[in-house]
């Protein structure tokens, strides 16, 4: 018993030792808590805001250009965030005040937009095949009573918005065209906001609300399962004019328009999970433009004459 304990004992004390040589080894470091070193967080690197004109629902935006965005993220290597206007006049007043970096909006709104030194870098090719779109003026099929243009006279007309191309200006320009002038209908109602203004110009004739409707061309495959299209007819479609334009605001760094222009100019319908990307935005490819390619719808505007910085005004 008294041998075992004299072998514990002579362990503890070795390694106390072993503990007391360590401990003598060891420098010592010291604080000095009374000196601060102020360590600064990263700043985050702004996104660039991409916004599609609301001509249609938030979520419908939302959904229409969710993947395209995320291809034009992982092509530049950007951080691009999708902001969602409330209106065509917010669209445009969030443009002016920069908070808008790339726009894509009707070529009537470039147009304004132009005024405040947003400049076209591309169009986009319509499912049509085309780089033009055109505007249409709609009514129920069971109403006999419009056949024609000249039928829509005395009619309560729902448009989209005054800054709508082919939901209103396109047509309008169409109906001066056969002799007809906003004088003569009912009533020039606009589509409510927030957003889904096609749609709802689409509803104020399907319910009855109103006799006719103008809308952009291929709205109502848009609206196709919302609405029983045997229930609409097309009237009248208005001549064809540049299609949807991409442009970057006043002051936007080149090289970052540069960047996101040569992606977007590289989508191919040949590659199928592009070609998903483009059909899901409603357009078969991109393409690049110049300012003076919107210049029929600046004639437009004089026809028509419209002052482009009051258009919409109060």
């Known amino acids: 018993m008294r041998t075992r304990f004299l072998a514990i004992a002579a362990l503890v004390m070795a390694f106390a030792a072993a503990i007391q040589l ?32 609301p001509q249609y629902s938030h979520s419908t935006s939302y959904l229409r250009h969710r993947a395209l965005v995320e291809y034009l993220q992982k092509a530049t290597g950007l951080a691009i965030r999708q902001v969602f206007p409330d209106t065509f006049e917010a669209h445009r007043r969030m443009v002016e005040r920069g908070e808008i ?14 005024q405040s030194g947003a400049q076209a870098f591309a169009g986009i090719v319509e499912p049509s095949g085309r780089a033009t779109f055109r505007g249409q003026v709609i009514a129920r099929a069971d109403n006999a009573a419009i056949r024609n243009e000249q039928d829509c ?8 918005d005054p800054y709508s191309a082919g939901g209103y200006l396109f047509v309008l320009g169409h109906f001066r065209d056969k002799g007809l002038t906003e004088s ?75 960047r996101i222009a040569d992606a977007m100019f590289a989508l191919s319908e040949n ?20 300012d003076r390619d919107y210049d029929p719808c600046r004639e437009l505007f004089t ?9 919409g005004a109060e």
Request: proline share 7%; charged share 25%; glycine share 8%.
């Open 184 to 258: 003569d209908f009912a009533e020039i109602a606009f589509a409510p906001g927030p957003g889904g203004k096609q749609e709802k110009a689409v509803l104020g004739v399907y319910a009855g609300r109103y006799d006719i409707a103008s809308i952009r061309e291929g709205t109502l495959g848009i609206v196709e399962g919302k609405v029983d299209l045997s229930a609409l007819k097309v009237v009248a479609t208005t001549r064809e004019y540049p299609s949807w334009v991409y442009a970057a605001r006043k002051g936007l760094d080149p090289d970052i328009v540069r």
């Open 153 to 160: 006279q005395g009619k309560r007309w729902i448009a989209v």
């Open 22 to 53: 360590w401990w003598d080894v060891e420098p010592v470091t010291r604080v000095d808590l009374t000196r601060r070193a102020e360590v600064k967080a990263p700043e985050a690197v702004p996104a660039i805001t991409y916004a599609y004109l």
């Open 101 to 114: 970096d790339i726009s894509f909006s009707n070529p009537m709104t470039y147009v304004l937009l132009a």
């Open 303 to 311: 026809k028509l004459r419209l002052d482009p910085s009051k258009v």
């Open 271 to 290: 590659d199928p999970e592009q070609e998903r990307i483009l059909a899901a935005a409603g357009m078969r490819g991109i393409i690049p433009t110049t």
